[in-house]
């Protein structure tokens, strides 16, 4: 191979790594997106947040969730699977019955990048099915599984008039911070804001300490004079 040729191969393999790493770092930001709005937060002067929670709903953790949710009188929005409603309907009524928003959260949960057309279609529209069964009749947001989407995802929700919403406060999302209940209260009462979309995972075992945290995210946020929106409602405040 001639050192002319070495060269282009070269630069070639430097600009796939390149594209490779741009793609990766647009796949998971919570800002961008290369179709469509994607919503991290709502621009609004009123002191309102939007409590969100991720995954199932699972028995037990569900229950436990809206005692605490309507204790203190406030509604939220859940980010369900398809799969975990499908396997536990009861629980997804429940969540409508007290009031709450369901979102779409994806069917099987997987990271929605290098999928087909076909496979985000489903992913989406079965899910969408299962909400509706559900009993809710209200707007069907989505949130990407793990914050991932890249061209096909935002494209098709671009196509149906659907925002990708995500989070700009997420303290169990980092295991020094969700190990603890109380540091998970500190780190969304320094780091809300007026609009922001809160993001936690109450439904699993290993959550357990995300969802000890929520009474005292509540308590702390109206201490400070925070309202609590859904997704929707908050959306709505937009300026």
Known sequence: MTGKRLKLLLGLIVAVIALVAI?????????????GDI????????????LTFDDGPIPGST???????????IKATFFVTGAELEQ??????????AGHELGNHSFSHSRMVLKTPSFVKFEIERTDELIRQAGYQGSIHFRPPFGKKLLVLPFYLSQHSRKSITWDVEPDSFPEIGSDANKIVEDVLANAKP?????????YPNRKESLKSVKGIVAGLKSHGYEFKTVSELLALTT
């Not at 609009?195 to 439904?203: C, K, P």
């Open 195 to 203: 609009g922001s979309i809160i993001l936690l995972h109450v439904m």
């Open 63 to 73: 229950e436990e969730v809206l005692s605490v949710l309507n204790e203190g009188g």
């Open 23 to 35: 793609g990766f770092q647009i796949s998971k930001s919570r800002t961008f997106q290369f179709f």
């Open 88 to 97: 536990h309907p009861e629980q997804g009524r429940k969540l409508v019955a």
């Open 39 to 50: 919503v991290p937060h709502v621009n609004t002067q009123q002191k309102a947040v939007a």
